[in-house]
């Protein structure tokens, strides 16, 4: 069985779920393959997930289910302060 994450992703989210309640999922079945030097900007409404995939990736929350993969590593157990990523919120 081939390897399920794209060998050229950097930043790979793959089948990542989060759920705060248990029942409702705010992410659902989130998979995302970026390379090195893409830009992406997720636009939707309120309260469809982008700010929780971010903190997701950024490791302020967890995925309920799921990988989060850097450069091919898995970081879901990694705390933020060691993975080197940050974030800017919109409002303070």
Known sequence: MADSHTKD?????DRV???YDGENLVV???NLSLPKGEFLTMLG???SGKTTCLMMLAGFET???GDIRLDGQ???NIPPHKRGIGMVF???
Do not use: R
């Open 9 to 13: 992703a950097f930043v790979e989210f």
């Open 17 to 19: 779920q989060k759920s």
């Open 28 to 30: 659902k079945d989130l």
């Open 45 to 47: 409404p309120s309260g």
């Open 63 to 65: 995925a309920t289910h």
């Open 74 to 76: 898995p970081i879901n």
């Open 90 to 92: 919109q409002n303070y």
